[in-house]
Each structure stands twice: as C-alpha cells, then as structure tokens.
C-alpha cells in the first residue's frame, strides 16, 4: 500500500521560511513525478511545484507564483521529497498537499494525473 506523508508545516511571519517534507512509503516514484500542490480556504487545489525522475534527469517544474522563493529536492535514498519554502507571503497560506505518480509522461499542473496523495499540512503566513 502506497502512503505519503507530509509534515513540516506551521504558522510563519511574512518573509520567514518552511521546509516541508514528504516521505513516501510502499513504492519509490524515482522514474514518475512528485508534486506539490497548495489549496486556500474556498480556492481549487493549484500546483506549486514538480519533480520529475529518470529519465529526465530529475526535471523540475515551478509555477510563476513561487520561482526564485521555493526549492523541490528530493532524497531517492530516504524516499523522500522536500519544499523549501522561503521569503514566505500570506497568499502562500494554504493546505499543502504531496503527490505523486508513476507516469512520467504527464501534465505536471493537472491534479487530476496524479495516483497518491498525502493527507496534507497547513501552511500560515501572517501578515
């Protein structure tokens, strides 16, 4: 049975940083794609960011909103992918969600092409 699980999430001041982790369990995703994805009170579910593994050589993907703020890495030998989240803003709160999927071939930004989901984490940043 595939799990993920995040943690790392919390309540931030403006400005501050988070490094958010998700560790996967009952399958290794190192040739699919993981994901971050972020949904607000009220709002869709959006993606944030995505790794894809071999044999694209760990190709990685960031929506506009987070470039140059938010870094994705992920450790193959922990399974375990990471979000590094800094120069934090209020619209970055939102419930944090990790995903995955064995397919390599897919749009990484459609929530619908992911297999697994985590349980999420709750990300706040106060103004």
């Known amino acids: 049975q595939v799990q993920l699980v995040e943690s790392g999430g919390g309540l931030v001041q403006a400005g501050g940083s988070l490094r958010l982790s998700c560790v996967a369990s009952g399958r290794t995703f190192s040739r699919g794609i993981m994901g971050w994805f972020r949904q607000a009170p009220g709002k869709e579910r959006e993606s944030v960011a995505a790794?894809?593994?071999?044999?694209?050589?760990?190709?990685?993907n960031y929506v506009d909103s987070v470039k140059g703020r938010f870094t994705i890495s992920r450790d193959g030998a922990k399974n375990t992918l990471y979000l590094q989240m800094n120069s934090l803003k209020p619209e970055d709160t939102g419930v944090y969600y990790c995903a995955a999927t064995s397919n390599f071939g897919i749009n990484w930004r459609n929530v619908d092409e992911y297999d697994y989901w985590g349980q999420g984490t709750q990300v706040t940043v106060s103004s």
């Open positions: 790794q894809r593994g071999s044999p694209f050589g760990n190709n990685i």
